[in-house]
């Protein structure tokens, strides 16, 4: 995570292959998750891709499929695939109504949001947490449709929050660099 919030996605990569590699059994599943977003933005969406299908193939939890579905759903967004909504859409409907659900039907355009910044999930003491989260999906929303300037300000909005060890700190930092890379 911290070579990725410094922008070593190279090193950030090996990282978390050498860390999956390193599992007594199984793998976690947000180890993929994590590798699929550092895939992803280092140009390797394909690889991304498998990634995530490699995380929902062991993943046991509801919280740790629904995590990687978002992800998946992020990058075919980008990549301007057609299956991404549906995909997501119907992997959404089985979820319990929790914030994994308010996230998705946020990020398909059914929660408007004013209402999905007001229900960020956690209590007054993980705010800064939560500011985070809410503001690197918000980023990502705008980001999917094209409006990069807005996008921008969100991630810088997550990032002000200093929530370091948040996986969306990390992307958030990640998306900020890629925007603004010469």
């Known amino acids: 995570l911290v070579r990725m919030i410094k922008g070593q996605l190279r090193a950030a990569c090996a990282d978390y ?3 999956i590699r390193q599992e007594d059994s199984e793998p976690s599943p947000g180890l993929f998750q994590l590798r699929g977003m550092v895939r992803h933005m280092s140009g ?5 891709l498998a990634d995530f299908e490699a995380g929902l193939a062991i993943a046991k939890d509801n919280d740790d499929r629904a995590a990687i579905q978002i992800a998946r759903y992020l990058v075919l967004r980008q990549l301007n695939r057609p299956e991404a909504g549906p995909e997501l859409t ?12 308010t996230l998705a039907h946020f990020l398909l355009g059914e929660v408007p949001e004013a209402d999905f910044l007001e229900v960020a999930p956690g209590e007054d003491k993980e705010a800064q947490r939560s500011q ?3 503001h690197y999906y918000a980023g990502m929303h705008h980001l999917l449709a094209g409006e990069k300037e807005t996008a921008l300000a969100y991630f810088k909005k997550s990032v002000a929050t200093s929530a370091v060890w948040d996986n969306e700190y990390a992307w958030a930092q990640g998306e900020i660099f890629l925007l603004t890379r010469p």
């Not at 390797?44 to 991304?48: F, H, I, K, L, T």
């Open 90 to 101: 119907k992997s959404a409907d089985s979820w319990p109504e929790d914030w994994n659900k």
């Open 44 to 48: 390797n969406s394909p690889g991304a």
């Open 132 to 134: 985070c989260i809410t």
């Open 17 to 19: 292959t050498q860390l």
